[in-house]
């Protein structure tokens, strides 16, 4: 009788100490889930942070910035069309963050930047051999750098002068990747004259295009018309020049013929002869 009761306390016992290893394994097990969890939720955190629309818009400043380290130092109207142009754009940098994140933190956005407003329109209009297509070209290729999934359109005059900006922007691009493309995480998959396509290192998705294309500005139809008018009257005038002067030089000088003898488009308009 006393062995059985010892026997069933030592069993007791062994229930008690297993039971007890099951507790604390238990725990350690969630302890390891809970921190894995916490781990990874972290660093997806860490990550969106990194990958904010502020970050990227920052980007876009330090790949201006590594131009003028690099010998293309930029002049002062130059940075003020980069500065109009990253404000115009200011939405593609929140193109990734989820719906309604632009509006949120619209009011952030003009703080840190000291802006009053947003504009997404840019008109710049300067003399000859000023700086414009070197600075599309600089910004085009800061675009690609810090933007994923954007796609950039330009439109020169001609189709040498387009040829020639996206021949910059390839070379501006390889400046700020340090002339190592390949380093920084891209991979041109196509280029031609007119585009060039790059796979960037955000996601599988992230392709990253710039087309430049030369334009053809035609005036429409009604203008023509107009046009074609204005030379006919502008003909009508010069006859009526003509006959002036021979009447002057015939019979009657220094006639005055007044602006009811002119066709009606030049109605402003008086011819005297001399």
Not at 181 to 194: D, K, L, P, Y
């Amino acid at each position: 009788m006393i062995k059985t009761k010892t026997s069933t306390k030592i069993l007791d016992l062994l229930a008690c100490a297993v039971n007890r290893v099951v507790v604390v394994e238990g725990a350690k097990e969630r302890r390891a889930m809970s921190t894995g969890l916490q781990s990874r939720m972290e660093a997806k955190t860490t990550a969106g942070a990194a990958e904010s629309g502020f970050s990227r818009m920052q980007r876009c400043r330090d790949a201006l910035a590594r131009l003028d380290e690099r010998g293309w130092k930029r002049s002062y109207h130059q940075r003020l069309f980069h500065d109009d142009f990253l404000k115009a754009c200011t939405r593609i940098f929140w193109k990734l963050e989820p719906a309604g994140a632009f509006a949120r933190q619209h009011l952030e956005i003009l703080q840190r930047n000291n802006w009053t407003h947003i504009s997404q329109e840019v008109l710049v209009s300067t003399p000859r051999r000023f700086g414009k297509t070197i600075s599309v070209s600089m910004f085009a290729a800061a675009m690609l750098y810090s933007a994923p999934n954007v796609e950039i359109s330009i439109y020169s005059t001609c189709k040498r002068i387009s040829q020639k900006l996206l021949r910059n922007v390839q070379k501006f691009f390889s400046v700020i990747c340090n002339d190592d493309v390949a380093s920084s995480g891209f991979t041109i998959t196509r280029s031609n004259m007119e585009e060039m396509v790059l796979k960037g290192p955000a996601s599988i998705h992230d392709l990253r295009i710039v087309n430049s294309y030369p334009s053809k500005v035609c005036p429409c139809p009604s203008n023509l018309q107009k046009s074609a008018k204005v030379c006919k009257s502008l003909q009508k005038y010069a006859s009526l020049t003509r006959a002036c002067r021979t009447e002057r030089f015939g019979r009657t000088p220094g006639t005055l013929y007044r602006a009811s003898l002119l066709p009606k488009h030049l109605g402003s308009c008086t011819a005297r002869t001399t």
